[in-house]
């Protein structure tokens, strides 16, 4: 098995995390319609806040191993994840087949962006 030093881990870690804050802030007002939109933009700002908090240092720690295109292809993947799971369990809504074949083709181009 590979050893991976901690600029490796790091970085997936942190932009897992704070993909959860993001998704958050950009879908979770989704669940409270009747609120005011004003609110739900301060609330996402509140929220948002603690992402850039995660996202910055993962960056920055994984500048040291990966380059930044890699980055961010690893924080689109996360990103598909995370949603995934906000959408079913959340906002319980249904990810259909078509959904599964789209993101699965988005981690197939991002298999090549890690290609050596």
Known sequence: MP???PAALW???LLSLSNVFMT???YG???YKTSALWIAIVASWGIAF???CLAVPANRIGAEVYSAAQLKTMQEVITLIVFSGFSVF???ESLTINHAIGFALIAAGAAF???G
């Open 3 to 5: 050893s991976f030093s």
């Open 11 to 13: 970085p997936i870690l």
């Open 24 to 26: 958050f802030a950009w």
């Open 29 to 31: 007002h989704l669940k």
């Open 50 to 52: 603690f992402e850039y």
């Open 90 to 92: 959340f906002l319980k």
């Open 113 to 115: 962006v890690f290609r």
